[in-house]
């Protein structure tokens, strides 16, 4: 599971990029005039290997999970709190609910670890267990439970897929995933703690500073391998953020676009990228978030967001607005007409 033997991933087709290229040279604009639009339409022809790609319908997965090192008041909001927002989700009330209908997503809620029984017809209930453990005090999660959890994320993005969606946008509920990211990319970077913590769900400046001290601490306790995605995750990892890596990999080996949301998102997007390096050619960020954090994960990704909002909501909701922007650029391919056909002079 540590290495990318357990996951393979088809090569980008570059012939169907290249063939895109050309293709948008013959339309009626001028060259390069639609900017990063265009790259993104080559971007999605070498992903989908289809000179004319298709990304609906997304499909949007959220994963819900609790986090132990809560118990260190490392959060504005108590842990119940996750819960709640689950049965918003099942109730259809919550950001990532609005802006999944407003594209015609397909919508699931998975509890990979949420530490209360919760009921609902809706739900999928895959609890790998009752939330990690502090991870200040003891590991968060077992190596197998970190393999559970990536195994759930690829089975439930599996079935997506096999239900026909063509983008996938992933979504975490958690309180206390903000610290818990903040110590798996202090883990993968190797970058000093304080540059990365944010305010999270909105904790006021000196919990912050103890926010900080709560993952030094950890991670000199833990001391995660930067080079084992499964030895972090269950040191100092989420189920939900386990879960998001292991969708991350279905989708990349399926030929599925992945629109990758805010910084815990890109977060779960670097454990995948540990896990087989070629997922992060499936990817692509949709937006970038205030949390701090995130201007070093893209760093790690490679990648530039699409917009840039002030956005630090979660959920995948930042990847759910952004997603028109990906359909504009294969409707351009796909409808937009060429100089040829429009009798347009394409000469000085």
């Known amino acids: 599971m540590t290495n990318d033997s357990n996951y393979t991933m088809p090569a980008l087709d570059k012939d169907t990029g290249h063939q895109v290229n050309e293709y948008m040279n013959t339309l009626t604009k001028p060259p390069g005039s639609l900017g990063r639009l265009e ?35 490392v959060s504005a909001f108590p842990k119940e709190v996750t ?17 999944s209908k407003q594209i015609s997503a397909q919508f699931e809620i998975v509890d990979i670890g949420v530490a209360a029984d919760i009921e609902g017809e809706a739900l999928i209930s895959k609890k790998v267990r009752y ?25 439930e993005a599996e079935k997506l897929i096999q239900k026909g969606i063509k983008c996938l946008i992933l979504g975490e509920m958690g309180i206390g995933n903000t610290t818990t990211s903040s110590a798996i990319l202090a883990a993968i970077s190797g970058k000093e703690v304080h540059a990365l913590v ?74 995948a990228k540990l896990i087989n390096a070629d997922v992060a ?7 970038r978030s205030v949390e701090p954090g995130h201007q070093t994960a893209i760093k790690l990704l490679e990648k530039e967001p ?31 007409a060429t100089f040829t056909s429009a009798g347009v002079s394409d000469k000085a």
């Not at 819960?83 to 802006?99: C, E, R, S, T």
């Not at 991870?135 to 968060?140: P, Q």
Request: glycine letters at 12%; a negative charge.
């Open 83 to 99: 819960g709640q927002m689950v049965k918003n989700f099942l109730a259809g009330g919550a950001a990532i609910n609005v802006f």
């Open 306 to 336: 699409l917009i840039d909002l002030g956005l630090r909501l979660g959920e995948g909701s930042g990847a759910a607005i952004a997603f028109p922007i990906l359909q504009s650029a294969t409707l351009m391919l796909k409808e937009m």
């Open 39 to 73: 790259e993104l339409a080559r971007n999605l022809a070498e992903m989908t290997s289809n000179p004319f790609p298709i990304v609906t319908p997304p499909g949007v997965i959220v994963f819900a999970a609790d986090h132990g090192i809560t118990d260190e008041g």
């Open 131 to 155: 939330g990690t453990g502090n991870f200040s005090k003891e590991n968060a999660m077992t190596r197998e439970e970190a393999e559970k959890a990536i195994e759930v994320g690829f089975v």
């Open 198 to 271: 944010g305010f999270g769900t909105g904790i006021p400046k000196d919990k912050i500073i103890h926010k900080q001290q709560v993952i030094e601490e950890a991670l000199k306790i833990r001391k995660p391998n930067p080079t084992d995605a499964i030895d972090i995750l269950s040191k100092v990892g989420g189920l939900e953020i386990a879960g998001m890596a292991g969708a991350m990999l279905a989708a990349a080996s399926n030929r599925i676009p992945i629109l990758v949301d805010g910084f815990i998102c890109t977060v779960a997007a670097l454990v």
């Open 281 to 287: 050619n499936y990817m692509i960020v949709s937006h």
